[in-house]
């Protein structure tokens, strides 16, 4: 969750201050924007108050919250001793007018009131200069920086990072104008490789660059983590490595018809993308926006997964990937929501069912459950649906995907959800989910066709997913279901936000998907104590439907069981002190000390004149 929050100085010498909630989507997707990645947010501070001078204060102030996100928004005012409080008369707000001890850690947090009684401020004389402070948003990670920082001080990205020229090849610690061009990889001739990759066991990629023009462009203090430069630096990446263009066949580009649209859509959904191109700006969801190009980048980006989809089944390709945007997982039948007009992956699985595959297999390792799908496929026993995702007991967005939605009207264990119960999640919890549930269910339905939703926002460094997952860990995953369906496997680009997590996981499946081996050894994959917890629990459900899975369930029990399951409550009490960030923990003991110090020393005050 990310909030802004505003402070203005009136001509009064009032400070009226407001908090919005930029977002509404639980688990920090965020909603805000700024178009150019690296440009200069003006904060501006005013030490004092100008006599008889309007003046204007704007600070911008942004926090991250894991856990639940809330409806967040207060209008107050500071009178002259610097307290705050809901009316815009500062005659109308005294000290008195609410105790400490009354008060909720939600007042003490939005810091209405002022506990700093040593704090006399009687003598303080304002200043009319204006003090300027530059800032930059870092091109990786997108967070904000102060003007003197020359590298990010949450990813360690450099100000000037050529990751959007050579991707993450690139130094993360060096402007582009010094990086060694000798130290990138050598590209091999484009034209020989497309000579071999025009071969039916070629791999083929789908991309079209008209869907960069898909973008925010109402300003936001903050940019979009869904923007253009998501595919610019996986691109840059795979030309620097020479693989495509190169060793993979690109694949023509073109919009989906509407025929098709109908075949996982309705109208409503659309219709309403489709009247995006006659508006500059507009709004599905806070979150999710539309320009005038983005009903074209969309079914563009449908087009391509229908026809990589046909491609393979039929056997014109070996496998593709799909480099598109904007991501589709959430997009239901009727709602566009969660960053996705159209749903990319239904529209693959349904164009390889036409192609005449009976039976259709959809992972989705993406941090986020994809609801969209699931919705579409629910009922359907020829699409089988696996998602792993942060789930947090429905507090990490969109909520769904608990490990008891497992299909309805007669497709029950159709759809299998593996929900994690906390962030940090690793390599070795998604390999160990792999090995127990994914790949014995995938074995027992036995696919024609198989479809990866890519997003790699659950890999390490990810703003958003904040997770673990590293690039051999992706690659591991994407080698166990390519032995699924004769090879017959489509990867498609979900979400993902750092540039240089999105760009080595891309180019790390794609080398598998070009016949590369994985470095990481799967043999020793022990998960966490939550991950094991997560997969016992969809054993247990999951085995009422695909017996096979009752001798994992057993084994795993016997031997972890106890393990598993030993103080749960003391464990889930600690996670959620500690899941909160550690200035709201530091922060939240002090202004307790506080107000408990003061009730003690009025209590102790009032004995001795008693």
């Known amino acids: 969750m990310i909030l802004v929050q505003k402070c203005v100085t009136n001509s009064e010498g009032n400070e009226i201050s407001e908090s919005s909630k930029m977002s509404n989507l639980t688990g920090g997707k965020t909603e805000t924007n700024l178009p150019n990645q690296s440009g200069v947010a003006l904060c501006q501070d005013l030490n004092g108050r100008l006599d008889g001078v309007g003046s204007a204060v704007v600070c911008d102030y942004t926090c991250h919250n894991d856990g639940q996100s809330g409806e967040v928004s207060q209008l107050g005012t500071r009178d002259s001793d610097g307290i705050s409080g809901l009316n815009a008369d500062p005659a109308a707000i005294t000290k008195s007018a609410k105790h400490e001890s009354d008060m909720t850690l939600e007042d003490m947090y939005n810091a209405r009131y002022n506990f700093d009684e040593d704090d006399d401020d009687s003598d303080w004389e304002p200043s009319e200069k204006q003090i300027e402070v530059l800032k930059w948003f870092c091109v990786n990670c997108s967070m904000i920086n102060v003007e003197d920082v020359g590298n990010c001080e949450v990813c360690g990205e450099h100000r000037e990072s050529g990751i959007l020229r050579h991707g993450f090849f690139a130094s993360p610690y060096l402007p582009v104008e010094d990086i060694n061009q000798d130290e990138l990889p050598v590209t091999e001739d484009s034209e020989d490789s497309c000579k071999q990759s025009s071969l039916s066991s070629s791999t083929a990629v789908g991309f079209d660059e008209r869907m960069l023009l898909h973008t925010e462009v109402v300003l936001k203090s903050h940019p979009h983590p869904e923007r253009p430069d998501r595919l610019r630096t996986i691109a840059a990446s795979l030309a620097t490595a020479g ?45 999710t926006y539309a320009n005038e190009y983005s009903a074209c980048a969309a079914r563009l980006a449908a087009g391509l997964c229908a026809d990589l989809a046909s491609a393979i089944y039929s056997g014109c390709v070996k496998n593709g990937f799909a480099l598109v945007r904007p991501p589709g997982h959430h997009a239901g039948v009727k709602q566009a929501m969660g960053f996705c007009l159209h749903n990319n992956a239904a529209i693959a699985a349904s164009a390889a069912q036409a192609a005449g595959a009976k039976k259709v297999l959809i992972v989705d390792w993406d941090v986020h ?11 359907s026993k020829s699409v089988l649906y696996i998602s792993l995702h942060r789930h947090e007991g429905g507090r990490f967005y ?115 998907l070009l016949g590369e081996s994985p470095v990481i050894d799967i043999d020793k994959a022990v998960p966490s104590k939550a991950g094991l917890r997560s997969v016992l629990d969809v054993l247990k459900i999951q085995m009422n439907f695909w017996p096979t899975l009752e001798a994992n369930f057993t084994k795993l029990h016997s031997q972890w069981g106890s393990y598993a399951f030993q103080d749960t409550r003391e464990q889930s009490k600690k996670r959620r002190r500690t899941g909160l960030p550690i200035w709201w923990r530091l922060g939240r003991k002090r202004l307790l000390y506080r107000v408990l110090s003061k009730q003690l020393r009025a209590k102790s005050s009032c004995n001795f004149s008693c």
């Open 243 to 287: 693989i495509f263009p190169g060793k993979c066949h690109p694949i023509p580009a073109r919009e989906i018809t509407r025929e098709e649209l109908q075949m996982i859509h309705s109208e409503e959904n659309i219709e309403a993308v489709d009247n995006t191109k006659r508006m500059h700006a507009s709004y599905f969801t806070p979150d």
């Open 398 to 512: 969109p909520g769904t995907g608990a490990a008891d939605e497992v299909g309805s009207m007669g497709a029950e264990g159709y759809c299998v959800n593996i929900p994690w119960s906390r962030g940090g999640v690793s390599d070795n919890d998604y390999i160990f989910a792999f090995e127990q549930v994914v790949l014995p269910i995938a074995l027992d339905f036995n696919p024609d066709f198989t479809i990866i939703s890519a997003g790699f926002d659950a890999a390490r460094g990810d703003p958003l997913g904040c997770c673990d997952v590293t690039p051999a860990g992706y690659a591991s995953m994407t080698q166990m279901l390519s032995a699924l369906s004769g090879g017959k496997l489509l990867v498609i680009l979900e979400g993902g936000y750092n540039l240089r997590s999105i760009s080595s996981s891309a180019t790390a499946v794609i080398k598998v």
């Open 369 to 379: 459950h994809g609801n969209g799908t699931q919705e579409i496929f629910e009922r």
